[in-house]
């Protein structure tokens, strides 16, 4: 019955289970809405017959229809406004429909009866501001899981023009910074989606006012949230400034958000921590040049695999592996012995157990570039030419789906470690046929970085192209 609405959003298979588990949590919370709210006396007994006919339909087993208890609370709905019941038993009848909407995956129509709700007359200021920030909340939705910006940009509008004046700092203090954090969790993600840093800054201060109200209890799991999403903002910042300091900021709120994040008593929670720490100890691992950062990152994914199991969530199972190999990778290009990148190979092999074409397609390719590029060091480090040939297998792989056509600097990106490995494997089996392919591979890759003005790599691409010129004369080649 769920799943149903879901799947005619044509979404993700890693969509489907978080949508699932959004629509089962509003279900859950429209059942008690039923039990709770609807147990007043109401001037028209039609509209009680009515909502009494949606609460059967909302029911387990053979009788559960959304359609049915939709047109039920319809119904309700318009005896209620006919009858002038009071605006707070309309209002649950409201947010009843809006709930009910976001079941059918119907974020719009959700947020518009939110939105009536809250324009009731003489409705408490409190109640006014947890049905607009539930309005806001199902737009932010929207824009997150579907690529809506222009929803994105309404949330904002709607958090810093209603939302926050309902909730004064003095008054309300804990309200105001839950606001406050909702409003840069939105920010984040269209500041990740644009260019520039503007909206990524508004979010980190965003963050920093929730904070500054959550700051005097230090243990709360609110705090840990919000320190939380402000690592993350850091770290997107961080990486998109090349910003050292700020990704050190970034480790800092993850290490922060830990000390309330335990695995005892939040183990979701904590393992979505300790997979934002991996990436952060990575990017930072990378940047200096540090392998003790880079063993810290390794061992955050792997503490994140004892709650994201294969068997209780496949995909973010096979998503930690994916990063594990790449901390792994990046570990074992600054050690001598090959045990690392074999681990890393392994890492990545065992994710494509469960991200394969069919489930994921976008994340197999780039499991694959990133298998790929382990092999390849791998091969490289032992002078194996049959793991090399590995490496040439697993890019290809990559570019079934990263095709020119319709992703053409991935492709370009894959098509060029691709023709790195053809180039080396040429070398060492003295074969110009393969050098000449890599040499083909490269003046394609320069084209589409001259075309998408990505001046760093077109020169690096150029530069491939000349040194793979050369090393065919030197075979004996045109």
Request: hydrophobic share 40%.
């Amino acid at each position: 019955m769920l799943l149903g609405p879901v799947l005619e959003k044509q979404v993700s298979v890693n969509q489907v289970y978080d949508l699932l588990g959004q629509s089962w949590a509003k279900l859950k919370e429209l059942r008690q809405l039923c039990k709770d709210d609807w147990g007043v006396t109401w001037k028209d007994p039609e509209v009680a017959t009515a909502l009494a006919k949606a609460n059967h339909f909302l029911q387990p087993g053979d009788t559960l229809s959304l359609d049915q208890a939709g047109n039920a609370l319809a119904q309700a709905c318009s005896r209620a406004v006919e009858s002038g019941e009071a605006p707070l038993n309309l209002a649950h009848i409201r947010e009843g429909e809006a709930l009910l909407a976001v079941l059918l995956q119907e974020y719009l129509r959700a947020a518009a009866f939110y939105a009536q709700a809250a324009a009731l007359p003489g409705l408490d200021p409190s109640l006014q501001w947890r049905y607009q920030s539930r309005r806001a909340l199902i737009l932010a939705d929207l824009g997150r899981e579907f690529m809506d910006n222009a929803a994105l940009e309404e949330c904002i509008h709607i958090y810093q023009d209603t939302v926050l004046t309902l909730v004064p700092r003095t008054q309300r203090s804990r309200d105001w910074a839950t606001t406050q954090n909702d409003l840069g969790n939105v920010l984040g993600v269209l500041g990740q989606r644009r260019r520039g840093t503007r909206m990524l800054e508004e979010s980190i201060i965003a963050f920093e006012n929730a904070l500054s109200e959550q700051g005097s209890k230090k243990v709360s799991l609110e705090w840990a949230a919000t320190q939380n999403n402000l690592g993350n903002t850091l770290g997107i910042l961080g990486q998109r400034e090349n910003n050292t300091e700020m990704l050190e900021k970034s480790l800092q709120a993850f290490e922060c958000a830990l000390e309330v994040r335990t695995q005892e008593n939040s183990p979701r929670e904590w393992a979505t921590t300790q997979n934002n720490l991996g990436s952060v100890l990575q990017a930072l691992g990378q940047r200096k040049n540090d392998t003790q950062l880079l063993k810290r990152s390794v061992e955050a994914y792997k503490q994140v695999l004892l709650q994201w199991t294969r068997d209780q969530a496949p995909l973010h199972w096979a998503a930690t592996l994916n990063n594990l190999g790449t901390a792994l990778r990046m570990l074992g290009e600054h050690r001598k012995s090959p045990r690392t990148l074999e681990k890393s190979v392994a890492a990545y092999r065992n994710a494509l157990a469960e991200r394969t074409r069919e489930r994921v397609p976008q994340d197999w390719a780039m499991t694959q570039n990133n298998l790929g590029a382990a092999l390849q060091k791998l091969g490289e480090r032992e002078e194996n030419t049959q793991i090399l040939e590995h490496a040439i297998a697993a890019y290809e792989n990559a570019l079934k789906e990263w095709t020119h056509e319709q992703m053409p600097v991935a492709w370009a990106m894959t098509m060029a470690n691709l023709a790195v490995a053809q180039k080396t494997l040429a070398q060492r089996l003295n074969d110009v046929g393969l050098a000449r392919v890599a040499l083909t591979g490269f003046e394609a890759v320069a084209q589409v970085f001259r075309s998408a003005s990505h001046a760093q790599y077109y020169e690096f691409a150029t530069e491939q192209v000349a040194k793979t010129q050369k090393i065919l004369k030197e075979l004996g080649g045109d």
